[in-house]
């Protein structure tokens, strides 16, 4: 049957990559690679209690200090949550585009 191969007719020498062309495919791979990474970075930022961690982290090594307390009073989550008060009358916006 001529269907049927002699697996003494491959030659293997044929089916290896030369030193050139495993170093271009390496360069392809560490390319992809860079790039992915790279997507990935710019696309996804980081979390924010990374963020927080690293800053934190900063400021102490740059500071010598450990405590970043400040004095100022700041609004409670209530206050905060709360809407904001419109003004009893409305503004009428004129210029040159609105007439």
Known sequence: MKGDIDLRDIRVSKLRLSRQRWMLLFAAVAFATVVAL???????????????????????????????????????????????????????PVGTRTG
């Open 38 to 92: 790279g997507w990935r970075y710019v696309t996804h930022p980081p979390r924010p209690w990374l963020v927080r961690w690293k800053l934190d982290r900063y400021l102490k090594k740059e500071s010598h200090a450990s405590n970043f307390r400040t004095d100022f009073a700041f609004p409670s989550k209530a206050e905060m949550a709360k809407p904001k008060e419109k003004s009893s009358a409305p503004t009428v």
